[in-house]
């Protein structure tokens, strides 16, 4: 049986030009982004999502394409940030943001949200490290040679230190970058613990850092701090689930939001909580440049 021509659709339709979201909660988001870009913020995660996930740390770059992208489509919006574990002025600087057109109030939360810079002033706020960041890090070598991940397979595995705010070890390049994982967790939470820190996993990385901030309490705080109605937020990794949960608590507010995952088989559990999937920081990055597209028609007569 047909429905009636008054019946209510489920939710507001998906312009063709755009992915569909899969869950309803994800079409009614992107409608309100599109509906009302004013009232929207844009949140994004930096390494996987804005950046292909490298080997060597320092080497990662943001997608060619995605500060002009971000800046197409930053201007229409409430606001734009990005939210990383890395400390604000390397996001920044592996970025390529400042002085990006579009971006001049960007925000970036690193840390977890423990920095802030903002692309008005180019000034990074940030507390005092924690001193068991320090402490921590000065035990690390020793309680890798212990755990003999600088032999056999799991040569090559990288301390990458962050400001002094936090300390991760990169397995990636191991011969057997899972096992070298796996084997490192308990170590590294024992060490995290002594110190008064926690252990963050990701990617293949486990990171030494102070508890009381992630990425949902930084993407909630920011959220209110603009008073925003939408929220849509990118990410790739298990660090990116806090700021899923934040935007499901959000929504119980009376907010939209639409979640988005940087796709990876790495990380089944955040495709599994995501109203959309992209491939990948290309796939973010023509997210983005879709948007924009998007409302740059809408503003034509």
């Known amino acids: ?88 002025a390397v996001a920044v600087r592996l970025g390529g943001v400042t002085g990006a057109p579009g971006l001049e109030q960007l925000v970036v939360l690193g840390h977890y949200g423990a920095e802030r810079w903002d692309a008005a002033t180019g000034a990074v706020q940030a507390p005092a490290p924690h001193p068991g960041v320090a402490a921590a890090a000065a035990e690390l070598p020793g309680v890798l040679e212990e755990s003999g991940v600088w032999h056999g397979s799991w040569t ?23 096992a070298a994982f796996d084997g490192l967790r308990a170590p590294l939470t024992a060490l995290a613990e002594r110190h008064g820190l926690i252990v963050e996993p990701g990617r293949l990385v486990l990171e030494l850092r102070p508890p009381g901030m992630d990425k949902g309490v930084a993407l909630t705080d920011w959220v209110r701090e603009t008073d925003a109605t939408t929220v849509l937020y990118a990410g790739d990794d298990l660090g990116d689930l806090a700021a899923f949960a934040a935007v499901d608590r959000l929504r119980s507010e009376g907010r939209t939001g639409l979640l988005v995952c940087s796709g990876s088989n790495e990380v089944a559990e955040l495709a599994a909580r995501a109203d959309l999937v992209v491939d990948g920081p290309t796939g973010v990055v023509a997210l983005l440049g879709a948007l924009a597209d998007r409302l740059e028609s809408d503003d034509r007569p």
């Open 1 to 88: 049986m047909g429905s009636s021509p008054n019946a209510a659709p489920d939710s507001a339709p998906t312009p063709p030009s755009l992915p569909t979201p899969h869950t309803a909660a994800g079409r009614d988001g992107l409608a309100a982004l599109l509906a009302h870009p004013e009232r929207t913020v844009v949140a994004l995660d930096f390494d996987g999502t804005l950046a292909d996930i490298v080997p060597d740390p320092e080497q990662a770059r943001a997608h060619p394409e995605a500060a002009a992208a971000l800046g197409r489509l930053a201007p229409r919006l409430r606001a734009a940030a990005v939210i990383t574990g890395r400390p604000a």
């Open 156 to 178: 090559d595995t990288a301390i990458e230190t962050k400001g002094g705010r936090a300390v991760a070890v990169h397995t990636r390049r191991a011969a057997d970058p899972q």
